[in-house]
T-cell receptor, first 114, second 114 residues
């Protein structure tokens, strides 16, 4: 059974810092990995999708990497801003039989101090 | 192109009543997924549907819960005889066709059972 772990659970940093969020998964048989942000009381916004054959994806100040063999992904946020404050979720989609849905981590709650 | 729509956004039910949650996928999307987010827990996959077919319901509770995605109209998640433990945020996501594609999430329905 796939399990996804995100470290740290919470992070508070001053504005302008570069930061890294970590995600690990136990079963390397995945189709893809997706990073989301969730604002309080809101839905999920997709940030980046990395296919299993890819090593990284970039969008603006965000860069996500994937090391499938070691079961790890990182989300790098450059020059953080107060508007980046949210909960960041990592999710994987398995390629084996069974559940077709995403398996989520519990998230990293990020606060960027102005 | 409107995003994934869910209604109602908030739903209050008394124990024993029925809850019906609706999800309209993005235009052109034929795959729908339902997830549940319990307080202080991560999102959990419930069911995956295509038009008129349930593809994977491995995350769905065996009793009281059902889902459908008819040929016409929205997908419906139905919870019969609700209990307090059903209080959660229920999210719907959709994707175009392929497993490898991004899932786009709706804003969620927050169910409160009194």
């Amino acid at each position: 059974k796939q399990e996804v772990t995100q470290i740290p659970a919470a992070l508070s940093v001053p504005e302008g810092e570069n930061l890294v969020l970590n995600c690990s998964f136990t079963d390397s048989a995945i189709y893809n990995l997706q990073w989301f942000r969730q604002d309080p009381g809101k839905g999920l916004t997709s940030l980046l999708l990395i296919q299993s054959s890819q090593r990284e994806q970039t969008s603006g100040r965000l860069n996500a990497s994937l090391d499938k063999s070691s079961g790890r992904s990182t989300l790098y946020i450059a020059a953080s801003q107060p508007g980046d404050s949210a909960t960041y979720l990592c999710a994987v989609r398995g390629s084996g039989g069974g559940a077709d849905g995403l398996t989520f981590g519990k998230g990293t709650h990020l606060i960027i101090q102005p | 192109n409107a995003g994934v729509m869910q209604n109602p956004r908030h739903l209050v039910r008394r124990r024993g009543q029925e809850a019906r949650l609706r999800c309209s996928p993005m235009k052109g999307h034929s795959h729908v997924y339902w997830y549940r987010q319990l307080p202080e827990e991560g999102l959990k996959f419930m069911v995956y549907l295509q038009k008129e077919n349930i593809i994977d319901e491995s995350g769905m509770p065996k009793e009281r819960f059902s889902a459908e995605f008819p040929k016409e109209g929205p997908s419906i998640l139905r919870i019969q005889q609700v209990v307090r433990g059903d209080s959660a945020a229920y999210f719907c996501a959709s994707s175009p066709r392929q497993r490898r594609e991004t899932q786009y999430f709706g804003p969620g329905t927050r169910l409160l059972v009194l």
